[in-house]
């Protein structure tokens, strides 16, 4: 038995190195597949290492951490003297992003929560359809409903002298950020296997009961990595923000004072400085600062979703 | 109580009268007449997709969450029409608990398991800590899963052994004294010790409460139930006795199906 076996391997041995078509195709691909991946890779950490090395020598130089930091005056053209404070910029990201949150995660919630468990058929394909659509639509476009819309009513409503301010951006924030969220919220509920719906209904669970005591619960890993995103999007959002903040360097006591985001900042101010100079390193060293919180934020996210599928 | 069966028998548990099912267009169920008697166990045996399951669920009225069934006829449980206008849901999956084919633990702690109807049929009052306490022991205890979980009452239900797990899917459904204890293929998801150690705990269970078992497994049907139900294609063939079926059918269909002559 053992011997004809032996045989038969010699047999087949020959055609063991012979490498037919699709081997090289299956080469080929994984190759492509490999460069593909890790050039994503690459990238990123060429712009880390771009932004870096232009913020570098301010942060070697003239870079003075409880300045930068907690310092509210942002005042790089001084005349004077110059000062890097970003404490009114964090600020300004902070309030309008938190905001924005409020008013996004319970629409994001609500509508995935209503597309997921209550829709059917034709209504949640539309709705699915609509909120993709939403989520499509460029920040500019949003920036100037900001602008051209919120601004009057704000004014109108509120009878204060500006609108554009914490409370204009964040409302247009939270509306740009809820589809995303709600797409991804909506992919968490859906994750939840059926039998759990199934088994407490059959229990005698209400369809609410079901959704807040059983799918919830299940889904709230994916639920929370939806809100972290939604998070990154509003910290990382730039041209919505600078047209509906006011642009202006303040820390907000209410939601109608005018405030200026990191984000805006650069975009705003990048074009009119010398390449090298104090200010242009200083813009580059925040930079820095947005993309490690965002990676941080986009990692938390991740690990949280990743969790889900764990547990 | 219009368009009952018209028997206010208490001797039964479960009586349906020309009970027909469609889902969408498709006929499943056709005429189901049967008597299910209170307090003892009855087995459910057939062939694949002859319509055991779409049964069970009309009888907890888990079907109509699909949406697209129909039904007409009557199904009366405890001698009350389940099926009339002002019934409530709630209350009739209270009366009527169901054991499904997978074992599906709610991804909560056992202990929330155990608990989950008790908390729904009873929301209005709250339940002391040492009730509840009590309450999840007594159910452990019944299904003689206690011992072995005890320790870990907080951990997740969904990290027990499949055995384990349809055990707690029996345990839960206890401490909202059910009458009737729908089983769908319970045992079916287990291996053959996990099968016996379930089949005694069914056993026990005989006398408190009025079971139905659908199984594919004649043997257990033989040694675990003292009705028998055979169906074909939508219908019944044949209701008698356990031992009086395994021994002289009725009806050449039978013999066949338990001589193993189908599917
Ligand atoms: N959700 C559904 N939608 C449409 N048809 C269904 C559905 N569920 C069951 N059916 C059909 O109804 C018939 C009876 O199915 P049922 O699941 O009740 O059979 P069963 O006796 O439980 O079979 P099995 O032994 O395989 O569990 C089958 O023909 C099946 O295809
Ligand atoms: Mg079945």
């Not at chain 2, 039964?12 to 307090?39: C, M, P, R, S």
């Not at chain 2, 009458?179 to 089949?199: H, I, N």
Request: with cysteine; hydrophobic share 45%; aromatic share 8%.
């Amino acid at each position: 038995m053992s011997e004809k076996m032996a045989q038969t391997a010699a047999g087949a041995g020959s055609d063991f190195d012979r490498l037919t078509l699709d081997w090289y195709i299956d080469k080929l691909v994984q190759a492509l597949v490999f460069i593909g991946g890790i050039s994503a890779i690459v990238f990123i950490i060429g712009i880390f290492v771009f932004i870096s090395r232009e913020g570098f020598g301010f942060l070697l130089g003239e870079f003075n951490f409880k300045e930068f930091f907690f310092s509210p005056n942002w005042r790089p053209t001084s005349e004077t003297k110059e000062t890097f404070g970003i404490l009114a910029l964090v600020a300004g990201t902070a309030s309008v992003t938190g905001l924005a949150m409020l008013i996004a995660i319970p629409f994001s919630l609500g509508a995935a929560i209503f597309i997921a468990e209550f829709a059917s058929g034709k209504t949640r394909e539309f709705l699915k359809i609509t909120v993709e659509l939403l989520a499509a639509i460029p920040s500019v476009v949003w920036g100037f409903i900001g602008l051209a819309i919120m601004n009057p009513i704000i004014i109108e409503t509120f009878d204060v002298p500006v609108g554009l301010n914490v409370l204009n951006a964040g409302v247009i924030l939270g509306l740009m950020a809820a589809p995303i969220m709600t797409s991804i919220a909506e992919d968490a509920l859906n994750a939840v296997p059926d039998p759990y719906r199934e088994a407490a209904e059959a229990m005698g669970a209400t369809r609410w009961q079901v959704i807040y005591k059983v799918v919830l619960p299940a889904a709230k890993n994916g639920l929370l990595g939806a809100v972290l995103l939604g998070v990154g999007r509003g910290f990382g959002e730039t041209m919505a923000v600078l047209m509906a903040t006011g642009h202006s360097i303040n820390i907000p006591t209410s939601v109608f004072d005018s405030v200026r985001a990191l984000t805006a900042t650069i975009a705003a101010e990048l074009g009119e400085t010398a390449a090298g100079s104090p200010h242009y390193q200083a813009l580059f060293t925040i930079g820095i600062f947005l993309f490690v919180i965002t990676f941080i934020i986009n990692l938390a996210a991740d690990l949280v979703v990743r969790g889900v599928k764990k547990g | 109580m219009n368009n009952t069966t018209g028997s206010q028998d208490a001797g039964l548990a479960i009586h349906t009268e020309k009970l027909n099912l469609w889902y969408g267009t498709f006929q499943a169920l056709f005429d189901v007449d049967l008597k299910i008697k209170q307090g003892i166990i009855t087995s459910m045996i057939g062939p694949s997709g002859c319509g055991k399951s779409t049964f069970l669920r009309s009888v907890n009225r888990i079907n109509e969450r699909l949406g697209y069934v129909r039904i007409t006829g009557a199904i009366d449980v405890m001698g009350e029409n389940i099926y009339a206008p002002g019934v409530e849901l709630v209350q009739v999956r209270k009366q009527i608990g169901m054991v499904f084919q997978r074992p599906n633990p709610l991804p909560i702690s056992i202990r929330e398991n155990v608990l989950f109807g008790h908390r729904i049929h009873n929301a209005a009052t709250k339940t002391s800590k040492s009730e509840a306490d009590d309450i999840v022991e007594g159910a452990l205890k019944t299904v003689l899963l206690w011992d072995k979980v005890k320790d870990r009452l907080d951990t997740k239900a969904t990290g027990l052994s499949l055995e384990e797990q349809q055990k707690l899917c029996i345990a839960r459904l206890l401490p909202v004294k059910p009458g009737v204890l729908l089983m769908d293929e319970p045992c079916s998801a287990l291996d053959p010790k996990g099968t016996e150690a379930v089949e005694e705990l069914i056993w026990e269970l005989r006398g408190q409460y009025t079971i139905l078992i659908v199984t594919h497994n004649m043997a257990q049907a033989r040694r675990a139930s003292e009705e028998c139900i055979f169906m074909l294609m939508g219908k019944v063939v044949e209701h008698s006795d356990t031992g009086k079926m395994f021994v002289t059918p009725e009806n050449k269909e039978t013999s066949d199906y338990i001589e193993g002559r189908y599917g």
